[in-house]
């Protein structure tokens, strides 16, 4: 993997990825320019005159324009794919992103850009219904580890304490693993909105602007990072919760010890 970094938010994913990824990834990082012309008229005039033979380029840039320089770090890196998160739309503004996509498809190279990266599957890239298919191999295989938090949990059926929770793929930034260690020993029934605020606070660097997420959703890309890991707890945590009881219109309800039957 070849990441393009230029800030804090490009070095802790590098980072992440070299501490939790498989022990045969290699993850090199190239630091791009923070200030670049508007519009960048030639990208290789801004690349080292070689790069690293990856696999794929995983492009964490800060501005647009450092974004104009991915075709060609992949080119010459002979990168097979692109993975391109969006956790700022000002870094990847939609119509540089659908250009990015068209000169990375001429050139062979396949891409993804999930909005936001913890929501990367080994299917799709993107939330709800802007999820978009992808068949590229390696970026298949990335998502194995790092996207849309997937976790196992062990829960005391008696207390409904969560006792253990193993990361089966993590948040590229490491806030899934971050806030997993924080839930231990939390009831299930404050485990949402609990997981995703810890998430929240590792801290998530994703945009706080309202922006459309889907056509029914209007958010903030910070909110849809908290969503993701809340509706995994919230799957996981379903078997254990109580049972809520309800009554008909005029019944008697139960008094203390007493059982709705």
Known sequence: ILALIQGFYGQRMAD????????????????????????????????????????????????????QLIPAAAKRSGAKAVLCPIDNSAWTPTGLKNQLQRELEEMGIASAFPKTFCTLTEETAGYRREAQPYS??????????????????????????????????????????????????????????KAGLTSHQYPCLASMEKEPIDDRLIDTLMHVSGYVMNEEMEEKIKPYRKKPLYF?????????GEEKS
Not at 20 to 44: A, K, N, Q, S, Y
Not at 248 to 256: L, S
Request: charged share 25%; proline share 11%; hydrophobic share 40%.
């Open 136 to 193: 590229s191999q390696i970026i298949k295989e990335f998502a194995r580890y790092f996207g849309k938090p997937k976790l196992n949990l062990e829960v005391n059926a008696e207390t409904g304490i969560i006792e253990r929770i193993e990361v089966v793929r993590g948040a590229p930034c490491g806030s899934t693993h971050y806030a997993a260690e924080r839930l231990v020993g939390t009831s299930v029934e404050d485990a949402v909105p």
């Open 248 to 256: 008909a219109p005029g019944e008697r309800v139960p008094t203390a």
């Open 16 to 67: 992440n990825i070299r501490r939790r990824g498989p022990v045969d990834w290699t993850v090199e990082v190239l630091r791009l320019p923070p200030r670049l012309p508007m519009i960048v008229d030639d990208p290789e005039e801004f690349l080292p005159p070689t790069l690293p033979q990856v696999d794929m380029v995983l492009a964490l840039h800060e501005n647009s324009q450092a974004a």
